[in-house]
């Protein structure tokens, strides 16, 4: 038999199905796939010139969709890839993508930034504070699983 789950972890499930449910309605109002514009969104966050591991790590999506995502945007000359070395890739937007990402994953960047910059400083630290230390506990206790 199943052991019930506390209340608590049924609203943090439900606030973070929401959260994801809104990035994929950003996704559609926007146009692009949820993996895209994950990649823009990665692209935009941590610079042009990204390592094709990096957009993995930071979107959490696998590197076999990341691939798929990618060829598509390469496809429609968003994105290029250039070798970094033997085993990694970096990813460069080109202008077309560029203008895409500004009118797209970057305006979801600013909006995250003001949501925050319209917090208390402290409740921001505060979130982010316990956000991490949740991750790093589920981090842990997934090992022993």
Same mark, same amino acid.
Request: charged letters at 25%; zero cysteines; glycine letters at 8%.
């Given at each position: 038999m199943l052991k019930k789950i506390s209340k608590e972890m049924k609203r943090y499930n439900y606030l973070i199905g929401e959260i994801e449910a809104t990035y994929h309605e950003a996704? %559609?109002?926007?146009? %692009?796939?949820?993996?895209? %514009?994950?990649?823009l969104y990665a692209i935009c966050d941590v610079g042009e010139g990204c390592l094709l591991q990096d957009i993995c790590f930071y979107t959490g999506i696998s590197k076999q969709t990341i691939n798929s995502a990618l060829r598509k945007l390469e496809e429609e000359e968003i994105l290029y890839l250039e070798l970094y070395n033997a085993k990694s890739k970096k990813v460069y937007l080109t202008d077309k993508g560029r203008k895409l990402a500004e009118k797209t994953a970057y305006r979801i960047l600013r909006a995250e930034d003001e949501i925050f910059a319209s917090w208390d400083k402290k409740d921001v630290e505060k979130y982010l504070e316990l956000t991490e230390k949740y991750q790093l506990c589920l981090k842990e206790k997934i090992k022993e699983i």
């Open positions: 996704s %559609l109002k926007l146009g %692009l796939s949820d993996s895209a %514009l994950k990649i």
